[in-house]
């Protein structure tokens, strides 16, 4: 079978490949998935550049989100059969024609879900309503987040909404602001603007900001400190632009603030059971009623992985990059 491989880690849109591998064959409690279509996440392209929590043994597959038709199973499962269309956020070297998983990862996808919204039904979407579910908000309550723009900022605003959660966006510059309310998106200010913070007090009307959302590093972590109310919390959840925080001391004094992190995968591994059934829940009821959506912004074959892996960095992209065996 074919499979996106590298041999060393670095820039993605230099090193993946496509190669020949052996099928995998499911062991007890595994099933081998035929890859239909796969996502393309930020966690994946630090992995294969090394920089991520995670980092494989060389050479290694890449992928971890697709959607598949089960084409065999392994010794003891009894909960998902040969023919059944099933999603996975969790196996690693789905960006391959087959690939085996747990079958307790794997979740049935409904049929009135496409292909390309059951491609990224995990691991984005399941990390926003974790997140907005780990937080001690209450519908009136304000949350503010960098990144707006990004998967999870949109999910998490159009979340937040549906639960009667306000949420501030910030961006990076003043055309995503725009590209945003094309989606129906509000509550977004720019931070390329002087008097961007004065934007914010104004969406709010002096309602205190109790959490923030940093995804970016570097400076854009302190610019999110600064909005937050006494006693707010910061959660950082990524590091898009810098592995390093940039905040001033006397917020975090004077507010008398908490940091924490937020990593979806320990996350979800740790979760009740019960818990992670009711957010996957919530989440095909938001889908089902147009309140969450997950666009499309381009399909790439396995030859164009490079490409599509590029095209993933590109500002003003609507959607998610998907991969097509």
């Given at each position: 079978m074919?499979?996106?491989?590298?041999?060393?880690?670095?820039?993605?849109?230099?090193?993946l490949t496509?190669e020949?591998?052996?099928?995998?064959?499911?062991?007890?409690?595994?099933?081998?998935?035929?890859?239909?279509?796969?996502?393309?996440?930020?966690?994946?392209?630090?992995?294969?550049r090394?920089s991520?929590?995670?980092?494989?043994?060389?050479?290694?597959?890449a992928?971890?989100?697709?959607?598949?038709?089960?084409?065999?199973?392994?010794?003891?499962?009894?909960r998902?059969?040969?023919?059944?269309?099933?999603?996975?956020?969790?196996?690693?070297g789905?960006?391959?024609?087959?690939?085996?998983?747990?079958?307790g990862?794997?979740?049935?996808?409904?049929?009135?879900?496409?292909?390309?919204?059951?491609?990224?039904?995990?691991?984005?979407?399941?990390s926003?309503?974790?997140?907005?579910?780990?937080?001690?908000?209450?519908?009136?309550?304000?949350?503010?987040?960098?990144?707006?723009?990004?998967?999870v900022?949109?999910?998490?605003?159009?979340?937040?909404?549906?639960?009667?959660?306000n949420?501030?966006?910030?961006?990076?510059?003043?055309a995503?602001?725009?590209?945003l309310?094309?989606?129906?998106?509000?509550?977004?200010?720019?931070?390329?603007?002087d008097?961007?913070?004065?934007?914010?007090?104004?969406?709010?009307?002096?309602a205190?900001i109790?959490?923030?959302?940093d995804?970016?590093?570097?400076r854009?972590s302190?610019?999110?400190?600064?909005?937050?109310?006494?006693?707010?919390?910061?959660?950082?959840?990524?590091a898009?632009?810098s592995?390093?925080?940039?905040?001033?001391?006397g917020?975090?004094?004077?507010?008398?603030?908490?940091?924490?992190?937020f990593?979806?995968?320990?996350?979800?591994?740790t979760?009740?059971?019960d818990?992670r059934?009711?957010?996957?829940?919530?989440?095909?009821q938001?889908?089902?009623?147009?309140?969450?959506?997950?666009p499309?912004d381009?399909?790439h074959?396995f030859?164009?992985?490079?490409?599509?892996?590029?095209a993933?960095?590109e500002?003003?992209r609507?959607?998610k990059?998907?991969?097509?065996p």
């Open positions: 074919r499979a996106v491989m590298h041999q060393e880690f670095g820039d993605p849109a230099k090193v496509v020949e591998i052996d099928t995998p064959e499911p062991g007890p409690g595994e099933v081998r998935v035929r890859t239909l279509l796969a996502s393309i996440h930020n966690h994946d392209l630090w992995t294969i090394g991520y929590g995670f980092k494989p043994d060389l050479p290694a597959r992928g971890t989100e697709a959607v598949g038709i089960v084409d065999a199973v392994g010794e003891g499962v009894d998902l059969a040969v023919g059944q269309r099933v999603a996975s956020g969790g196996a690693f789905a960006w391959a024609e087959q690939f085996v998983a747990p079958a990862g794997l979740i049935p996808v409904p049929d009135g879900i496409p292909d390309e919204v059951a491609a990224q039904l995990v691991s984005m979407p399941f926003a309503i974790s997140l907005l579910a780990s937080l001690d908000l209450a519908p009136g309550d304000w949350l503010v987040q960098n990144a707006a723009n990004g998967a900022g949109r999910m998490v605003a159009q979340l937040g909404r549906a639960r009667g959660i949420v501030v966006g910030l961006v990076r510059r003043a995503a602001v725009g590209e309310a094309g989606q129906g998106i509000g509550n977004v200010v720019a931070t390329d603007a008097d961007w913070s004065d934007q914010v007090a104004a969406l709010t009307a002096g205190p109790t959490f923030g959302v995804s970016v590093g570097g854009a302190g610019e999110v400190m600064s909005l937050l109310a006494e006693n707010g919390v910061l959660v950082v959840f990524g898009m632009q592995p390093t925080m940039e905040i001033a001391s917020d975090v004094i004077f507010k008398q603030a908490t940091i924490r992190g990593w979806g995968s320990t996350v979800n591994r979760m009740p059971h818990q059934r009711a957010l996957f829940g919530e989440l095909l938001r889908i089902g009623d147009g309140s969450l959506t997950l499309v381009a399909i074959p030859d164009d992985v490079r490409a599509a892996a590029a993933n960095a500002p003003g609507s959607g990059v998907l991969l097509r």
